[in-house]
């Protein structure tokens, strides 16, 4: 499966925007997803994960509240829904996606398909 990820800007603090990562040349049914943020000079970080088999989530408890992971079954895509954000939270963004993910949710080397990252600005 291919991974495209959009809806990266500039936005405020406080503001909101929602990170799409959309899935072709198969569907995510079987599939972890999982959204990762790696700031200039930082390692890939975990974000937010969805195990699409039972729809349970995962965040990282520095977005938790913040942010929501969810899949729109119709265009077969993961979002990520981002309110009240912080100059902090400014990042590449990247999905993945994997089977048989489930206790390495927050590791990046258990994802084998990536998106190409969005950058999220967040100016205060």
């Known amino acids: 499966v291919q991974l495209q990820a959009s809806g990266g800007g500039l936005v405020q603090a406080g503001g909101s925007l929602k990170l799409s990562c959309a899935a072709s040349?198969?569907?995510?049914?079987?599939?972890?997803v999982g959204w990762f943020r790696q700031a200039p000079g930082k390692e890939r970080e975990f974000v937010a994960g969805?195990?699409?088999?039972?729809?349970?989530?995962y965040y990282d408890d520095s977005v938790k509240g913040r942010f929501t992971i969810s899949r729109d079954n119709a265009k077969n895509e993961v979002n990520l829904q981002m309110n009240s954000l912080k100059p902090e939270d400014t990042a590449v963004y990247y999905c993945g996606a994997g089977r048989h993910i489930l206790s390495t949710i927050r590791r990046p080397s258990a994802y084998g398909n990536w998106g190409q990252g969005t950058l999220v600005t967040v100016s205060s």
């Open positions: 040349g198969g569907t995510f049914r079987t599939y972890t």
């Open positions: 969805i195990l699409l088999q039972n729809m349970r989530t």
